[in-house]
C-alpha cells in the first residue's frame, strides 16, 4: 500500500489525479529478495474475491499504479560484493536467484526460510530426523506448554 500512499499525498499536493501525479518516480532495489512478510507482492497474482474490501481494493490500485511505470533500467552489474573474492558468491547468489542448484556447495545444514508456521514445522520435522540419521544419533522429542 506503500504505492497508493505516495500517490495519495502526490493528488493531495497537486490535485492531479494522473498516477503519481503525472510526476517521474524512481523505485531502486533488488527485485529478488524476499517477498513481504505481511502484504503481497507487486507482481503476485490479484486476489478478485477481496475486491469488496478497502484492503484489497488498495492492493488492486497499488497493482495497477506499479503496472503504470512504463521505463525500467536494469543495472547488471553487482558493485556491492565486487572483487575476485567474492565472486563464488556473487555467482552463487546468480544462480538461487534463476533457482539453479549448484554440486559445488554443502547446502544440507542451510537455513531455510519460509513464509508460515506449517512450512517452518514440517521443515523442522524433516531436518532433525535427517540430522539424526546422519549423525547416527537417537532422536529424542520433548514439547512444552506455554
Known amino acids: 500500500h506503500f504505492l497508493c500512499k505516495i500517490h495519495d499525498a502526490l493528488v ?3 490535485g ?3 498516477p503519481f501525479r503525472g510526476i517521474n518516480i524512481i523505485f531502486a532495489g533488488d527485485f529478488t ?3 513481504p512478510v505481511s ?4 507482481y503476485a497474482h490479484l486476489d478478485l474475491r477481496r475486491c469488496a474490501t478497502t484492503q ?7 497493482r495497477l499504479l506499479w503496472l503504470s ?3 525500467v533500467v536494469l543495472l547488471m552489474k553487482i558493485m556491492h560484493q565486487s572483487g575476485s573474492e567474492n565472486e563464488w558468491f556473487v555467482e552463487t547468489l546468480a544462480h538461487l536467484c534463476q533457482g539453479k542448484y549448484t554440486d559445488d556447495c554443502d547446502w544440507k545444514d542451510a537455513p531455510i526460510i ?3 508456521n506449517e512450512s517452518k514445522d514440517e521443515l523442522n520435522i524433516r531436518m ?3 540430522f539424526a540419521q546422519r549423525t547416527r544419533h537417537t532422536l529424542h522429542w520433548y514439547h512444552c506448554t506455554d
Open 114 to 116: 519460509v513464509c508460515d
Open 39 to 42: 502484504r503481497k507482492q507487486l
Open 12 to 14: 493531495d499536493a497537486k
Open 56 to 62: 484489497g481494493q488498495k492492493s488492486i490500485f497499488g
Open 16 to 18: 492531479n489525479t494522473a
Open 69 to 71: 511505470t512504463n521505463t
Open 128 to 130: 532433525t530426523t535427517a
Open 33 to 35: 529478495q524476499l517477498s
